[in-house]
């Protein structure tokens, strides 16, 4: 069935500090790949998206890739703030209009 | 414009207890998702409905029932709850058209079974 891995954390970063949060995925057809975020307390958010093979997605300084020859959308970041303090979880949208979730990665950006 | 609404936020359950959970979107969504968030497990399809009359099961559908009532709600119900059905529920609702894919979720339900 389809399903997506990301990177398990937690992660803790410096202020200003390069962010990569790995995510590959695994489904038939063509899905649409996304990155979600949850702060402390609330449901999740979209980061950003990307809909077909080659695609960037970004928002916030936020980038992510879509890689159909490696199956993967990592999402990176240059300089992170301690704003950027989440949870941030990758996810896939099938041709059945069914999300499927990776298990979230914590990062703590500390000053 | 309040987007997906959830009730309750909390609730604590004795074994055995029986609730519904309740969501309604106000964004003329088709699709409406619940899901339980789980340390180490993030985010588990338990139902959803493509539209209006119609629901699926999702990946952990076991000791949940769902009701799609109209457009706007879609109700998760705990027939006899269970120790294992602690958890944090979401609610979520889509378009579907082209390039409007994406997921609103609401604020979400932590539920307690004692």
């Known amino acids: 069935g389809d399903s997506v891995t990301q990177m398990e954390g937690p992660v803790t970063l410096s202020e200003e500090a390069f962010l990569t949060i790995n995510c590959t995925y695994t489904?038939?057809?063509?899905?649409?790949l996304f990155w979600y975020v949850q702060y402390p307390g609330e449901g999740l958010q979209l980061l950003l998206k990307?809909?077909?093979?080659?695609d960037k997605g970004s928002n916030k300084g936020f980038e992510a890739t879509y890689r159909k020859e490696t199956t993967s959308f990592h999402l990176e970041k240059g300089s992170v703030q301690v704003s950027d303090s989440a949870v941030y979880f990758c996810?896939?949208?099938?041709?059945?209009?069914?999300?499927?979730f990776g298990t979230g990665t914590s990062l703590t950006v500390i000053p | 414009n309040a987007g997906v609404t959830q009730t309750p936020k909390f609730q604590v359950l004795k074994t055995g207890q029986s609730m519904t959970l309740q969501c309604a979107q106000d964004m003329n969504h088709n699709s409406m998702y619940w899901y339980r968030q789980d340390p180490g497990m993030g985010l588990r399809l338990i139902y959803y409905s493509a539209s209006e009359g119609t629901t699926d099961k999702g990946e952990v559908p076991n000791g949940y029932n769902v009701s799609r009532l109209n457009k706007r709600e879609f109700s998760l119900r705990l027939e006899s709850a269970a120790p294992s059905q602690t958890s944090v529920y979401f609610c979520a609702s889509s378009k579907d058209d082209r390039g409007e894919e994406k997921l609103f979720f609401g604020s979400g339900t932590q539920l307690s079974v004692l």
């Open positions: 990307a809909t077909k093979a080659d």
């Open positions: 996810a896939l949208r099938n041709t059945g209009n069914q999300f499927y």
């Open positions: 489904a038939t057809g063509y899905p649409s």
